[in-house]
């Protein structure tokens, strides 16, 4: 489906990793697009960013209004007239907070707070909301062979494993999201994208990407070994694409899209990809793994760690039928791992 060049796409955490790479693609789609920034400081760094990867007419068909996912401040002037919604801004930790609350609460009112907005609007027809491949495949008992699919959902109580405060905190803000239409969206369209392990190339350096700080990391040598943990791996313009195809497809009404480019990888793995990508500039990177058992032990003092613990043995897979199904059509995992090494090399920080 074309877009309406009219029509107003709301993109949320715009200076966010994915959020940027939402409003290029929009931008390059030809929507008129409207993003929110907590602070005004943030709208020259983004400008300037979009200028590298959209033509300057392009550019100028951003606007920019403040707004936090804590109040109600902003927001109605965030979706006055917009069409479509793709919700981004989430918080993301590095570390497991002492209390779960601090990244729940946050997580859970600022997704009812956009999607009763855009109710409020009278103009938005559709919210894309980010949600993550957590809210699919955590907190329940391993099975094996098992691939995770859009029916999947996380146990929040944790009765089967462990489960993170990220991972209850997307799930629950998901399952917000999905009662909150059922109860009261009206005409409101619902569809969630759930990306793993965001990779891939940042258009603004520094970010809070907590997933490209392990590639940042490896690179300068801050990790002479890793955990043996697996993930899945995407590229950011892959989810920022499967965003906009959810956006616009009308199928999309109401689905989940996994969004994973393929098997799940290693940090080791990780490691030889830099090293086979980018040569001697990953000279630094680890090449050996540490034991389960040490982790382990590990994570009571460095709560950094706490977060690697629900990854230790066997991996998780999940499948990516459904999206290719909308078209998609995602990067292997070696570019996504390689370019983002490479953009933080460009911009002089490995």
């Avoid at 190339?201 to 700080?213: F, G, K, R």
Wanted: include cysteine; charge should be neutral; hydrophobic fraction near 40%.
């Amino acid at each position: 489906m074309q877009p309406d060049t009219d029509q107003i796409v709301l993109v949320t955490g715009g200076s966010g990793f994915l959020g940027l790479h939402c409003i290029s693609q929009a931008l390059t789609a030809g929507y008129t697009v409207r993003t929110t920034i907590r602070s005004e400081s943030k709208r020259s760094a983004i400008i300037q960013a979009l200028k590298k990867a959209n033509t300057a007419d392009e550019v100028q068909k951003l606007s920019f209004v403040t707004a936090d996912l804590l109040n109600d401040s902003g927001w109605a002037e965030a979706v006055n007239g917009a069409s479509l919604i793709i919700h981004v801004a989430s918080p993301f930790p590095s570390i497991q907070p002492k209390d779960e609350n601090e990244v729940i609460q946050p997580a859970v009112n600022g997704t009812l707070r956009v999607l009763k907005a855009a109710k409020s609007s009278g103009t938005v027809r559709r919210v894309v909301l980010t949600s993550s491949a957590v809210a699919i495949s955590y907190g329940t008992k391993y099975m094996s062979g098992k691939v995770f699919d859009e029916d999947d959902w996380s146990d929040p109580d944790g009765k089967g494993s462990y489960i993170t405060a990220y991972a209850k905190s997307k799930t629950l803000a998901e399952k917000v999201a999905w009662d909150f239409i059922d109860r009261e969206g009206g005409g409101l369209e619902l569809t969630v994208v759930n990306p793993v392990g965001i990779f891939g190339p940042a258009l603004l350096l520094p970010n809070e990407s907590t997933t490209c700080d392990i590639i940042k990391d490896m690179l300068q040598g801050r990790f002479p070994a890793v955990p043996n943990i697996r993930f899945g791996v995407v590229d950011a313009r892959d989810v920022a694409t499967l965003h906009l195809l959810a956006a616009s497809n009308e199928k999309a009404k109401g689905q989940r899209y996994l969004c994973v480019a393929g098997k799940s990888v290693s940090l080791i793995e990780i490691s030889s990809m830099l090293k086979a990508g980018l040569g001697y500039k990953a000279s630094k990177a680890p090449t050996r793994t540490l034991p389960d058992l040490f982790v382990r032990a590990l994570s009571y003092f460095m709560p950094s760690l706490k977060g690697a613990i629900p990854e230790l043995g066997p991996p998780k897979e999940f499948s990516n039928v459904k999206a290719r199904e909308l078209g998609w059509k995602p990067r292997a995992n070696e570019e996504a791992i390689v370019s983002c090494g490479q953009a933080f090399i460009d911009a002089g920080m490995c």
